[in-house]
């Protein structure tokens, strides 16, 4: 087997270019559970934009606003609505990870750089992806603030109750026509990704919408990016509407790991947050379908909960609404209990519920 030449420990952070940040950290405290550690902005010498950096078990989610309309972060915003713009990737070297990936192809976002303050330094580099997308390399060795120099600690005045998340277990990107390919060889030859799963239009059409998907994975199989693209259907196809309203590729789900599905999902619905419905038909068979599983059917039933089996055991999942009024960025929860597919069995019912809200939204 060949050397890896990306070695990436995990995730390093999520950074979500917002319209509010203040108000979005707010949300993802109050309704997700996440805890304010860091902030950044004029009041900490950062003078164009505000940032506020959540966590919640390894998660970290930064939200960033500017503070200018003269701002390319603006522009992000303009075009795109809130939406996911760093998938940050925790490495020990950034500075070979940025000329790994730039020497077989990688577009460079931002060379290698030292940032630096009383806690110590970070080494940051950055290349592009789908979209308007990019990968960070951070190599933290030497640091011990609460986030990236230049991030202050700062709790918010609400102390939430976590919710469970635990980890990101995989995060989809939505790739133009066509563009899926492309996008895979990019992990596979530009990151050293390996394939890890395929699924056509066969597996996953409905009567009107349809979609193509591939997985990618890192080596150590720590991070696991789907790539979709459309396909064509008897009406437009769920990745359709997301690319228009995103107005190109970009980051669709990202999907959180729970070890209690049934609680977290509990307290978040509790908490507001909007999940897609499927038919409560779909629970009439399902043991049928996927075997014994270890939880009662009926709290799964009451809060929708998906269940699907592979040859490696079953996995547990749900999907959120999306979080902002463009029908663009939603969320997974989900629990494995051995399985390491991503709920092909669900695929059916969910893209129904989908299409439903996209009818809803007169986009079908
Ligand atoms: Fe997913």
């Given at each position: ?141 030497n640091y011990n603030g ?20 635990k980890f990101i277990d ?195």
């Amino acid at each position: 087997m060949q050397e890896d030449f990306l070695p990436i420990n995990g995730t390093d952070h999520v950074e979500m270019y917002v319209g509010n940040a203040k108000q979005s950290s707010l949300y993802y405290q109050y309704a997700f559970g996440f805890e304010q550690i860091a902030y950044a902005g004029p009041e900490t010498g950062v003078k164009d934009r505000a940032s506020y950096v959540l966590k919640q078990g390894k998660i970290r989610l930064v939200l960033t606003t500017p503070l200018q309309q003269d701002h390319p972060i603006a522009d992000h915003i303009k075009k795109h609505g809130d939406g996911v713009k760093v998938l940050a990737l925790w490495v020990d070297d950034a500075e070979k990870a940025y000329q790994e990936t730039t020497s077989r192809g990688a577009e460079s976002y931002e060379a290698p750089k030292v940032i630096s303050d009383d806690n110590g330094e970070v080494k940051v580099a950055s290349i592009r992806t789908y979209g308007e997308t990019i990968h960070t390399f951070v190599e933290r060795s030497n640091y011990n603030g609460p986030f990236l120099p230049g991030f202050v600690e700062k709790k918010s005045l609400y102390t939430p109750t976590p919710v469970g998340f635990k980890f990101i277990d995989h995060c989809v990107g939505n790739v133009g026509w066509g563009e899926m390919n492309k996008w895979v060889e990019f992990y596979e030859k530009v990151m050293g990704f390996n394939l890890l799963v395929t699924f056509d239009d066969k597996d996953i059409s409905t009567e009107y919408t349809a979609l193509m998907s591939k997985v990618v994975s890192n080596g150590n199989g720590y991070i696991k990016f789907p790539i979709n693209e459309p396909a064509e259907g008897k009406k437009k196809s769920q990745i359709e509407e997301y690319l228009d309203f995103y107005n190109g590729a970009g980051v669709q789900h990202m999907a959180i790991a729970t070890d209690n599905i049934i609680e977290t999902v509990s307290e978040l619905r509790r908490r507001g947050v909007e999940f897609l419905e499927v038919p409560g038909t779909y629970y009439d068979d399902l043991l049928d379908r996927v075997g014994a599983i270890e939880e009662d059917l009926e709290p799964l039933k009451k809060l929708n909960i998906l269940v699907d089996r592979d040859n490696e055991g079953y996995l547990l999942q749900i999907f959120t609404k999306p979080v902002q009024d463009r029908p663009t960025l939603f969320f997974e929860i989900i629990q494995r209990k051995g399985a390491k597919s991503f709920g092909k069995g669900n695929f059916k019912a969910l893209f129904e519920a989908i299409e439903r809200e996209q009818a809803l939204r007169g986009n079908l």
